[in-house]
């Protein structure tokens, strides 16, 4: 009783995974992968390898861009700025609290970033596409 209680506790962390979200790769304004599929209970990180950016929620359309401080809805995120100006290449890890769609952008230059394509989706839908919020992002 006691070792099944011990197990059922241990099941969340065994089937956890982790997502890694490469931030800027080859200096351009990109998540890398653009979308991730992922329950609840897992990780996505997040890793600035160039320049000066940000991962925040925002709206699906309307006023993508820029994600506003604090970012867009319930359990959303906001990494702040992160700076890899000093090559520190820094990290901002978000744990996964439901499976609805959320979309994200970089806040950077008033949103420039975010116009140019610099967005990221987790858990879009066939309704709210990453296709579709990247256009609704470019054309905001
Ligand atoms: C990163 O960008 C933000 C917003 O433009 C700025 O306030 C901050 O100083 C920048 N960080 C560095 C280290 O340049
Ligand atoms: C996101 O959309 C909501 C509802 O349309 C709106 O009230 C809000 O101002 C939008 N947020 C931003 C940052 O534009
Ligand atoms: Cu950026």
């Known amino acids: 009783m006691f070792a099944k209680a011990?197990?059922?506790a241990l099941i969340p962390s065994i089937l956890a995974v982790n997502h890694a979200v490469t931030v800027g790769a080859n200096n351009a304004?990109?998540?890398?992968?653009?979308?991730?599929?992922?329950?609840?209970g897992d990780?996505?990180?997040?890793?600035?390898?160039?320049?000066?950016h940000s991962t925040t929620t925002t709206n699906f359309s309307g006023a993508v861009c820029p994600p506003p401080v604090g970012g867009v809805g319930v359990n959303g995120w906001d990494s702040g700025f992160l700076s890899d100006l000093d090559g520190s290449?820094?990290?901002?890890?978000?744990?996964?609290k439901d499976t609805?769609?959320?979309?994200?952008?970089?806040?950077?230059?008033?949103?420039?970033?975010?116009?140019?394509g610099m967005?990221?989706?987790?858990?879009?839908?066939?309704?709210?596409?990453?296709?579709?919020?990247?256009?609704?992002?470019?054309?905001?």
């Open 29 to 40: 304004l990109s998540f890398t992968p653009t979308t991730v599929v992922a329950a609840v």
């Open 6 to 8: 011990l197990f059922l």
């Open 43 to 52: 990780t996505v990180t997040f890793t600035v390898v160039s320049r000066n």
């Open 100 to 116: 609805l769609p959320h979309f994200a952008a970089c806040m950077q230059a008033a949103g420039a970033h975010c116009r140019a």
């Open 119 to 140: 967005t990221f989706a987790l858990n879009p839908t066939a309704s709210q596409t990453y296709a579709q919020f990247l256009k609704n992002a470019e054309a905001s």
């Open 89 to 96: 290449q820094p990290k901002f890890v978000y744990t996964v």
